[in-house]
């Protein structure tokens, strides 16, 4: 956002920057230009007037006089200014002109000019002189020489622009310079603007992201900027805390019902059997089911309390051994593998690998995986567990990776991409599963005890059949620590 406010800001200043600049680069073109056509406009007329006399009276020893003073004045002012000026008769040959190679006005760039003096008045100001044209651009002035209301002759100066075009140049250069400073300066001001506007919008877009993702603890700090966003800043701390506060209540009620639950529940349980020892027989299957539902309805208590400790669980995350971990849980489950014909197969990685991860937190979470996925089953097959790095680093030579993810896939009947989009949800189970024992919380509770140390639970399809879950941690440096263990 940052970048797309500055560029708008940037856009609207070099558009008012060129508005502004254009015009008086071309102000300060003509104006230089003009300062030129004025001083040889002045010297033109000064040398019509110097040439009234020898060509009106024309013959006599003052005309022959001031013809040679007329010629004089001439050379001397094209050798000291370098502008080349001369005297023409009516049909444009050349009276007195220097340089001397010059012996037509009627011809070249001075015709034009030329001509309009012949109608007895002053040619027009010469085109805009501009610092890209060539070397051989001229400024052209012609004035009337006219006695008793005749034109008897034209003075013609040609000026080189080299020097205008520089000055032109020169000024251009400096309006640039001044415009670029201007520019430097309002990027300055529109960073600090940007950022005075924007921190906080970044700052609630960051605690947003961080509520999102289960740090409901965080809030935007007290910072500048508009009064609005600051407004907006400590309404949004209000509505975390009320948000915060309602699922605490929340998970205090699921936490206190699961617990209060227990004991009428045990009792009832008591009472059940007391009340099974009086039943005449043939009523044993019915209360075989009685049975059966007290215990699954004590597994659901058992698991809402899980459930709720794990969500208030604090971030308590350090460098864990994730192989040594993983090895130490699937010992512990290898018993109950066996007694159920199904293969718990582990594969270590060739080097340890590190995450940040809460030892108790993730040794509960992949309990719950390996327990759905001894489940799910069937004897005979196998659940396969790997532990691989994000970034492909396998090694410890490759650094910290982006993260280490555990996979455990099972040879179980799977589940369809609807059921794929569901599956972690409370109480959620597959209708092709229902006659599997469970509450429908186990993965949860794996869910939230991860999303609490900064993790993530995955799940995806396992070729040819079976669900492969991926319990997803962040990367830290691997450091010593017990091998992985022998594979079972």
Same mark, same amino acid.
């Given at each position: 956002?940052?970048?797309?406010?500055?560029?708008?800001?940037?856009?609207?200043?070099?558009?008012?920057?060129?508005?502004?600049?254009?015009?008086?680069?071309?102000?300060?073109?003509?104006?230089?230009?003009?300062?030129?056509?004025?001083?040889?406009?002045?010297?033109?007329?000064?040398?019509?007037?110097?040439?009234?006399?020898?060509?009106?009276?024309?013959?006599?020893?003052?005309?022959?006089?001031?013809?040679?003073?007329?010629?004089?004045?001439?050379?001397?002012?094209?050798?000291?200014?370098?502008?080349?000026?001369?005297?023409?008769?009516?049909?444009?040959?050349?009276?007195?002109?220097?340089?001397?190679?010059?012996?037509?006005?009627?011809?070249?760039?001075?015709?034009?000019?030329?001509?309009?003096?012949?109608?007895?008045?002053?040619?027009?100001?010469?085109?805009?002189?501009?610092?890209?044209?060539?070397?051989?651009?001229?400024?052209?002035?012609?004035?009337?020489?006219?006695?008793?209301?005749?034109?008897?002759?034209?003075?013609?100066?040609?000026?080189?622009?080299?020097?205008?075009?520089?000055?032109?140049?020169?000024?251009?250069?400096?309006?640039?310079?001044?415009?670029?400073?201007?520019?430097?300066?309002?990027?300055?001001?529109?960073?600090?603007?940007?950022?005075?506007?924007?921190?906080?919008?970044?700052?609630?877009?960051?605690?947003?992201?961080?509520?999102? $993702? @289960?740090?409901?603890?965080?809030?935007?700090?007290? #910072?500048?900027?508009?009064?609005? /966003?600051?407004? +907006? %800043? !400590? =309404?949004?701390?209000?509505?975390?805390?009320?948000?915060?506060?309602?699922?605490?209540?929340?998970?205090?009620?699921?936490?206190?019902?699961?617990?209060?639950?227990?004991?009428?529940?045990?009792?009832?349980?008591?009472?059940?059997?007391?009340?099974?020892?009086?039943?005449?027989?043939?009523?044993?299957?019915?209360? $075989? @089911?009685?049975?059966?539902?007290?215990?699954?309805? #004590?597994?659901?208590?058992?698991? /809402?309390?899980? +459930? %709720? !400790? =794990?969500?208030?669980?604090?971030?308590?995350?350090?460098?864990?051994?994730?192989?040594?971990?993983?090895?130490?849980?699937?010992?512990?489950?290898?018993?109950?593998?066996?007694?159920?014909?199904?293969?718990?197969?582990?594969?270590?990685?060739?080097?340890?690998?590190?995450?940040?991860?809460?030892?108790?937190?993730?040794?509960?979470?992949?309990?719950?995986?390996?327990?759905? #996925?001894?489940?799910?089953?069937?004897?005979?097959?196998?659940? !396969?567990?790997?532990?691989?790095?994000?970034?492909?680093?396998?090694?410890?030579?490759?650094?910290?990776?982006?993260?280490?993810?555990?996979?455990?896939?099972?040879?179980?009947?799977?589940?369809?991409?609807?059921?794929?989009?569901?599956?972690?949800?409370?109480?959620?189970?597959?209708?092709?599963?229902?006659?599997?024992?469970?509450?429908?919380?186990?993965?949860?509770?794996?869910? #939230?005890?991860?999303?609490?140390?900064?993790?993530?639970?995955?799940?995806?399809?396992?070729?040819?059949?079976?669900?492969?879950?991926?319990?997803?941690?962040?990367?830290?440096?691997?450091?010593?620590?017990?091998?992985?263990?022998?594979?079972?």
């Amino acid at each position: 956002m940052r970048t797309r406010l500055l560029g708008i800001l940037l856009a609207l200043l070099v558009a008012v920057l060129a508005a502004l600049g254009v015009p008086l680069a071309v102000s300060e073109a003509q104006g230089e230009q003009q300062l030129v056509v004025v001083d040889r406009i002045d010297d033109a007329a000064r040398f019509a007037a110097l040439a009234q006399n020898p060509f009106g009276q024309a013959g006599t020893p003052t005309a022959e006089e001031q013809q040679r003073e007329l010629d004089s004045e001439l050379r001397r002012y094209h050798d000291v200014y370098g502008v080349a000026a001369g005297v023409f008769d009516l049909n444009g040959r050349a009276v007195h002109a220097y340089p001397t190679t010059w012996q037509n006005a009627a011809t070249g760039l001075s015709a034009d000019p030329f001509r309009e003096a012949l109608d007895g008045r002053r040619s027009h100001d010469p085109a805009q002189a501009w610092p890209w044209e060539g070397a051989g651009a001229q400024l052209v002035i012609a004035s009337p020489v006219v006695w008793d209301g005749d034109v008897v002759a034209v003075i013609v100066t040609e000026s080189p622009t080299d020097a205008l075009r520089a000055r032109i140049l020169t000024g251009w250069l400096w309006l640039i310079g001044g415009e670029a400073l201007a520019i430097l300066f309002a990027v300055g001001a529109a960073v600090a603007l940007t950022r005075w506007v924007l921190r906080p919008v970044h700052d609630l877009d960051t605690v947003t992201h961080d509520i999102a $993702t @289960g740090r409901l603890a965080s809030r935007v700090a007290p #910072a500048g900027g508009p009064p609005e /966003l600051r407004r +907006l %800043a !400590r =309404a949004f701390n209000e509505m975390a805390d009320h948000v915060e506060e309602v699922l605490d209540q929340q998970r205090a009620f699921v936490a206190d019902a699961s617990h209060q639950l227990r004991n009428p529940l045990a009792a009832l349980m008591l009472r059940v059997e007391a009340l099974g020892m009086e039943l005449p027989e043939g009523h044993e299957a019915e209360l $075989t @089911g009685v049975r059966v539902e007290g215990r699954r309805l #004590a597994q659901v208590l058992d698991d /809402l309390l899980g +459930l %709720a !400790r =794990a969500e208030n669980a604090g971030p308590v995350v350090a460098p864990t051994d994730v192989c040594a971990l993983v090895a130490e849980r699937v010992g512990g489950w290898h018993a109950l593998a066996h007694e159920r014909g199904v293969r718990l197969e582990w594969t270590p990685p060739l080097a340890p690998l590190a995450a940040l991860a809460d030892p108790v937190g993730l040794g509960s979470a992949l309990d719950a995986v390996l327990d759905n #996925a001894l489940k799910f089953t069937p004897r005979g097959e196998a659940v !396969r567990v790997r532990v691989t790095a994000l970034d492909g680093a396998g090694t410890a030579a490759a650094g910290r990776p982006d993260g280490v993810v555990v996979r455990v896939s099972d040879s179980g009947p799977g589940l369809d991409e609807e059921e794929l989009a569901r599956i972690g949800d409370r109480f959620w189970r597959s209708p092709r599963h229902q006659n599997v024992d469970g509450s429908g919380l186990g993965l949860s509770i794996a869910r #939230a005890l991860l999303a609490a140390n900064g993790g993530a639970l995955g799940f995806e399809p396992h070729h040819p059949r079976g669900l492969t879950v991926m319990l997803t941690l962040p990367g830290a440096e691997a450091g010593p620590g017990p091998g992985p263990g022998p594979g079972h």
